[in-house]
């Protein structure tokens, strides 16, 4: 059964703090993504990664940056959270290239910035 | 880039009730996903249907590439279909998805 883990599923956090957000996938995929969620706006693509250390940005990476340092392992950082950072964070891994390369998600990660 | 329509926005149905559930988009798809988001946050994949009609349950699904939209239709709908559909499209040569902003379903006892 596919996998993927977020390492939180509530997170409260003060303005200015670095924040991690980490995400596992056991299906041995190659492209990993994080993603935001937020009332009205859908889900916006902030980071993915086709490949170990290698990274692209989304639609919105201001204010965030990513490590990929193991294949199944994708992280998220927040240098300096602030209050417009808090919002519902989302990791998904698919197969890269081929045919067929649906993508999986993780749980979420609830994210406020006090 | 691509763009991605849903409609209704919100629906309230009674138990036992089908619907319909549309997704409009701007250009050609590779990969076409459809996604229930259940009340604790978590993406559920219902169907990966980039062109044709796939059927799991009570749910089932249509996309026509080359009028690009997709259906998702549901069945003697239940309270834990409750939630909100997400369709999300991946363009040629691009290997992240677009979303669209949800349907939010909810089915009433």
């Known amino acids: 059964d596919v996998k993927v883990t977020q390492s939180s599923r509530y997170l409260v956090k003060r303005t200015g703090e670095k924040v991690f957000l980490e995400c596992v996938q056991d299906m041995d995929h190659e492209n990993m993504f994080w993603y935001r969620q937020d009332p009205g706006l859908g889900l916006r693509l902030i980071y993915f990664?086709?490949?170990?250390?290698?990274?692209e940005k989304g639609d919105i990476p201001e204010g965030y940056s990513v490590s990929r340092e193991k294949k199944e392992r994708f992280s998220l950082i927040l240098e300096s959270a602030s209050t417009n950072q808090t919002s519902m964070y989302l990791c998904a891994s698919s197969q890269r290239g081929g045919f067929y390369n649906e993508q999986f998600f993780g749980p979420g990660t609830r994210l406020t910035v006090l | 880039g691509i763009q991605v329509e849903q409609s209704p926005p919100d629906l309230i149905l009674q138990e036992g009730a089908n619907s319909t559930l549309r997704c409009n988009f701007s250009?050609?798809?590779?990969?076409l996903q459809w996604f229930h988001q259940n009340p604790w946050g978590q993406l559920i994949n219902l169907f990966y249907i980039p062109s044709g009609t796939k059927q799991n349950g009570r749910l089932s699904a249509t996309t026509v590439a080359t009028e690009r939209y997709s259906l998702l239709y549901i069945s003697s709908s239940q309270t834990t279909d409750s939630g909100v559909y997400f369709c999300a499209v991946e363009d040629f040569g691009n290997e992240k998805l677009t979303f669209g902003t949800g349907t939010r379903l909810t089915i009433i006892p």
């Open positions: 250009d050609s798809v590779n990969n």
């Open positions: 990664s086709y490949d170990v250390k290698m990274k």
